[in-house]
């Protein structure tokens, strides 16, 4: 499998664009953007050496891709490798994280052959039970077979709880309505413009999704590496995601529609909706409490049992945001001290008005 170069021109110059934005004194590097993991090799290196307190005078050999037969290192393998998630001590090496690290010579055509055998062969007489020399054996035929470590910073898989805990922040951002977040967690994902913008947000924020550039396939790749699916880096996937770019007019559902055409059924079959049920599951309770008054005069004296009032969020009769407005919302929800305790409420409908139609 050729993966495809991931540089492009369009992220050098937003880099750029974004570093001239940025007050000087800051590092923009550490600017991340949505909840996007990525880190390089030898940063996930440093993690290990100060995780497993290995002497700093090792670094320089290390760094110089010398990696000796000896415990120490083995182990650092291993942890390099659970850090980054290419290893897993229960189903080893996980090839569609660990080939983002390395860049093959584009002459080299049998690299993937000599690395499969390579590991074939270590394999077949190593020790199962010791994950650090599992580890390190199979790291090393990576870097003897298919291609040089690569420098930079790569994206990495999010577990299972950050994919849900993205779609819950989601959920939060476009105050999806309570109605469509009871029906997602009975499994059920009406095609309403919410629901759109909410698989918009979420492939957003986990970083495989771009405003500009559209879906980017290797992440996504590399995202579902339990089952890697190499249709995600077909020609095919791309021309058929070139063609819906820009063709609705509206992202979200432009996000939607490759969703449902091309890679909804790709890698890990429509993972997001089980993310967004189990999100959605978490979300529901949606009632607030509203505190009685505060008794100011001093007149009230007699002891009264002060019932909590609980408020639930009102219903919206259709899916469309543009029924919760505030006003109402408000003018329903002012309890008599004042307060507003509606726990959805948008205080103006305009700033989310460019997402719905
Ligand atoms: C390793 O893989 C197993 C089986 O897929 C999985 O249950 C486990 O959570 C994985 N371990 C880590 C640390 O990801
Ligand atoms: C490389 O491996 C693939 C898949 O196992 C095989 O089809 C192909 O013939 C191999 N190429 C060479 C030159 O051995």
Redesign the pocket.
Known sequence: MQRRNASGGGVAVLLTAIMALLPTGCDALLDVPHLTLSKSFSRALQDCMEYLQVPGYRYAEYAANSFPDDPETKCMLRCVG?NLRWW?D??GMQTAVIEGFFHPDPLDELYENRTAECLRKELSHADTTDCCCLAYDSFRCYLQHYGNLVPCARFYPEDETRFVRAAQDCIEFLQIPHKLLKSYSAGSFPDAPETRCLLRCFFLRTGVFHVDTGFDVERLYTRDY?QPDERYLAPETEARLHKLRGSTGDQCTEVYLAYRDVLGELGRAYYEYDVLQAAAAKMTVCEVAVEPPAMTTTTTTTTTTTPTTTTACPSTTEFNYKELNCQNCGRLFISNNGRVSCCRCMKSSTPFGKFFF
């Open positions: 659970l897993n229960t189903t339990e």
